[in-house]
């Protein structure tokens, strides 16, 4: 079995993906990073990696009916549950098929690029950072998220420490790749390497009520391609993971929930 890296989910893993680490973790950190862009009313906006298009939702009602967005990703999984989703208020969204590494795009057709938790994932970063530049126009702005080393996030940082004792490094690797490029010198290399302008850094600290880690553990494993070796695992190991986890946390709970700070690079460039 390979765990995958690149968090290529399929439909049941996309749906889950939604319903559970949306609402709890990667929605306020997408809302953040679209607040973080400081999105105008009328602007043309792609978000690259949507996933599910929790950026790209909040991208709409920040650009209003006047303004357009598009949201794209390599994953067909994840666009078919994006499209589902209930339709919010402002900017129609279009969702795509398509590879960062080659947008399907014109040259500095958009004001906006959003890449909310995903350049980390791609193969080819500078490509994808080359196509970021090329279709945003002349005055126009990327903005991206990356999460801080996995040492700055506890919950993430002891899941992963979890799963590895009690399961398998493989297991483990697929929530540690999201970590894969969290060191914020070597991603301002990445971003002068591809000739960007002004780059502008700073860290978003979220503290998350998360629920209860008995339940939301499990829930959250099984939207991540950590499904596949933790159910594979005995029903004894499973529950190790579990009652580590939320006794790891029993600190952090205030009335049924777990306050977890959460910490992400927010990044906005021009071009």
Known sequence: MTTST??????????RYQNILTPSILGPFAR?????????????VI????GTGAAARFAAAAVGGSGAVQGLDKNGSMLAVA?????????????????????????????VVLCAQTLQFLPEKEKGLAEMRRVVSERGRVALSLWCAIEENPYFDALVSTIDHHIGSETA???????????SQEIEDLLRDAAFGEINMSVSQLDLPLPLLESFVPRHISATPMAAGFNQA??????????SMAARFETHVVENQTI???RSHMILVSK
């Open 83 to 111: 499209r589902e989703q209930p339709p919010v208020s402002g900017a129609s969204i279009t969702w795509r098929e398509a590879d960062a590494a080659q947008l399907p795009l014109n040259d500095g057709s958009v004001d």
């Open 173 to 183: 690797a697929g929530l540690r790749s999201a970590f894969g490029l969290t060191n």
């Open 260 to 262: 977890i700070p959460f």
């Open 6 to 15: 690149q968090w290529q989910l399929a439909r049941e893993s996309a749906e």
């Open 47 to 50: 978000d690259v990696g949507c």
């Open 32 to 44: 953040a990073l679209v607040d973080f862009a400081d999105l105008q009313k009328g602007e043309q």
């Open 234 to 243: 005995d029903e004894n190991t499973q529950q190790g993971v579990v009652h």
